[in-house]
């Protein structure tokens, strides 16, 4: 059963724009943050953004003032992505932290190239 679908992923040339989204399944309640993390070719899984139930945000340094993380609906943030650089070419996963489970999604790829 899918928990978490992500959308929005593709290929963008340097300086573009995306916005990905991701919503929880219905019967996931309790969402205390959800966040979006990526993964390069030979790197470690990382954090991009997150943001809590009250709103609050996180962003990793790299991507401060390029990206924004939103609630968009109920169960379902997005992600908005500016200023795009090859540097942020990964496969980007969604998170969505409830008391005591984490959950994942399958991952949406992000390709950013001229």
């Known amino acids: 059963q899918v928990q978490l679908v992500e959308s929005g992923g593709g290929w963008v040339q340097p300086g573009g724009s995306l916005r990905l989204y991701c919503q929880a399944a219905?019967?996931?309640?309790?969402?205390?943050?959800m966040g979006w993390y990526r993964q390069a070719p030979g790197k470690q899984r990382e954090l991009v953004a997150s943001?809590?139930?009250?709103?609050?945000t996180n962003y990793t340094d790299s991507v401060k003032g390029r990206f924004t993380i939103a609630n968009f609906a109920k169960n379902t943030v997005y992600l908005q992505m500016n200023s795009l650089k090859s540097e942020d070419t990964a496969v980007y996963y969604c998170?969505?932290?409830?008391?005591?489970?984490?959950?994942w999604g399958q991952g949406t790829h992000v390709t950013v190239s001229s």
């Open positions: 998170r969505a932290d409830v008391v005591a489970k984490v959950y």
């Open positions: 219905a019967h996931i309640f309790g969402i205390r943050s």
């Open positions: 943001i809590t139930s009250g709103g609050s």
